[in-house]
């Protein structure tokens, strides 16, 4: 099975900046993608950000020019670098790993969340 850890949250004013991490390890054989969903109180759970293999990513339009994914595949290792942040950034933020499972299905692997919290 698959491990995932997040870390890097904490508490910043707006305009500040966080980088969180995401560490996979198991039984990873091949991943299909990584990304990071976050869910505010109140809210339901939703995508951020997430990379796939060859190194295409994908943004919330909430968080573009914003945020920037990236991905070290010899550490299995997921990044998430957060500029210029506003409170609406105030979250728990999860890091998805989905590993292949068959020819054509995927299985996802989810950490326990890290809190970001942006005052005003």
């Known amino acids: 099975q698959v491990q995932v850890v997040e870390s890097g949250g904490g508490l910043v004013q707006a305009g500040g900046s966080l980088r969180l991490s995401c560490a996979a390890s198991?039984?990873?054989?091949?991943?299909?993608?990584m990304g990071w969903y976050r869910q505010a109180p109140g809210k339901q759970r939703e995508l951020v950000a997430i990379i796939i293999r060859g190194g295409t990513a994908n943004y919330a339009d909430s968080v573009k020019g914003r945020f920037t994914i990236s991905r070290d595949n010899a550490k299995n290792t997921l990044y998430l670098q957060m500029d210029s942040l506003k409170p609406e950034d105030t979250a728990v933020y999860y890091c998805?790993?989905?590993?292949?499972?068959?020819?054509?299905?995927?299985?996802?692997?989810w950490g326990q969340g890290t809190q970001v919290t942006v005052s005003s």
């Open positions: 198991g039984s990873i054989f091949s991943i299909n993608a």
């Open positions: 998805n790993v989905r590993v292949w499972a068959g020819a054509l299905a995927t299985n996802d692997y």
